[in-house]
């Protein structure tokens, strides 16, 4: 990639690597927490004090995860230096984009692919993380499909909501959305491990070709684990009953479950398990 000839390229050498810092902290670590918090909505079933069956156990798990994240101190503080971050991050790699060199049309090797891949995956998680953000943390419930807004004491069934599309099951738009979500998880995924392998060369770590293959082994077996929880998260919560999950939310807060429309309030208790024992 060639240097930019633009404004920032008296400072190009600063520059670059405050924006490979950028993405590894706070955004990839915070990457890290987010998707490890989100796939426990699968993972958490494995959770035995969490509850008396697997539904019970996942959906309880998510919720003390979110409910430990919005209790910890000096939360806005740690949201808004998230967000300038991915800002800056975002700003500059634009910036790079615009102003490099790819050569993958006329040199079809596999690095210069991957540097094509890093730049869409770059500009489509710009928008993915957007909406997100925009959705379920600002509430800007008009762009999500029956117009859900999250709750982090109801963590699992608006969540679940805003990806089908609506409280009774999947609606068109909410089915486009789950599949967006798909799509952006596993581009800011691919985008951060891809990164991570050429913030090595950008910090001078990895100066060789042995050694660069070498850590394209780590960062290849880090970023398929973190796809697994990223593919977890989205496929947990697209599959989740937004009604049971209700009814294991509200058993959490000590709240009377409503009686379902449609009369399906024995199966919904089946499904979203036993009331929880006194203490536990």
Not at 8 to 21: I, Q, V
Not at 105 to 115: F, L, S, T, V
Request: hydrophobic share 45%.
């Amino acid at each position: 990639m060639s240097a930019p000839a633009g404004p920032l390229h008296k400072h190009d050498f600063l520059l670059r690597r405050l924006h490979s810092l950028s993405g590894l902290l706070p955004i990839g670590v915070f990457l890290i927490a987010h998707l490890t918090t989100n796939s426990t909505i699968l993972w958490g079933a494995a959770n035995l004090r969490a509850g008396d069956n697997p539904f019970q156990r996942r959906v309880a798990t998510f919720q003390e995860e979110v409910s430990f994240l919005n209790s910890m101190p000096g939360l806005l503080l740690i949201e808004v230096t998230l967000w300038l971050s991915i800002l800056f991050h975002a700003v500059l790699g634009v910036y790079y984009i615009r102003t490099g060199r790819g050569n993958a049309a006329h040199y079809p090797y596999r690095d210069n692919w991957r540097y094509t891949l890093q730049r869409l995956t770059g500009y489509f998680s710009i928008l993915f993380i957007f909406y997100h953000i925009a959705t379920l943390r600002w509430g800007w419930s008009f762009l999500v499909p029956g117009g859900a807004q999250w709750s982090h004491h109801y963590a699992s069934s608006t969540l679940a909501q805003a990806l089908q599309g609506s409280a009774d099951g999947y609606t068109a738009a909410g089915l486009a959305i789950s599949i967006f979500y798909f799509v952006g998880v596993s581009c800011v995924v691919f985008h951060f491990a891809n990164g991570l392998w050429t913030a090595a060369i950008t910090w001078g770590l990895t100066v060789s070709q042995p050694a660069q293959k070498r850590w394209g082994y780590v960062c290849t077996g880090l970023g398929l684990a973190l796809m697994g929880m990223a593919w977890a998260s989205v496929i947990g919560f697209a599959t989740l009953d937004p009604a049971a999950a209700r009814r294991v939310e509200n058993r959490l807060l000590g709240e009377t479950d409503p009686e379902p429309g449609d009369g399906r309030a024995a199966e919904l208790d089946q499904q979203a398990g036993p009331p929880f024992k006194e203490g536990g």
